[in-house]
């Protein structure tokens, strides 16, 4: 599935030890930092959302592609990907997908993020860095070790 998206909205990359690490130390510090109870609910919801977003663009990058960024949706490119790099069911996809849509609005409107959607948003992180470091770890990743 991924294959047919070469060209459209991803690209073949050579599979890059130190990059896929850094995008999930990236991953990392950007959950950390959205915990931290001082900034807005707004910053806090944008940087657990980068964090699903590295966290899904490490697993893509470990199946050998990349998301082009200069295209029209990549946000959701990467995160429906996220079924065809790590297997993750469609009940998590859709939320997911539900937390990217709400982003938009939120950067787009200036709609204000409650406390209940920000606990979300940084549940699903935390459980998407489990699913794909969990992936990793349990993969021949020769490239990774």
Request: charge should be neutral; charged fraction near 25%; hydrophobic fraction near 40%.
């Amino acid at each position: 599935m991924l294959k047919n998206l070469i060209g459209v909205t991803l690209d073949t990359i050579e599979r890059d030890k130190l990059s896929i690490q850094r995008l999930l130390e990236a991953s990392r510090a950007s959950l950390k930092d959205a915990q931290v109870k001082e900034p807005s609910n707004e910053g806090r919801f944008d940087l657990a959302y980068k964090s699903i977003t590295q966290s899904s663009s490490a697993a893509l990058q470990a199946h050998g592609y990349r998301v082009l960024t200069s295209k029209p949706g990549h946000h959701q490119t990467i995160i429906q990907s996220l079924v065809h790099t790590i297997g993750i069911d469609s009940s998590a996809l859709i939320t997911l997908d539900q937390l990217r849509k709400r982003r938009n609005v939120i950067d787009y409107s200036g709609d204000i993020v409650s406390d209940a959607m920000l606990a979300e948003a940084i549940k699903q992180a935390q459980v998407l860095m489990g699913c794909v470091n969990g992936w990793i770890t349990g993969k021949d990743t020769d490239f990774l070790a």
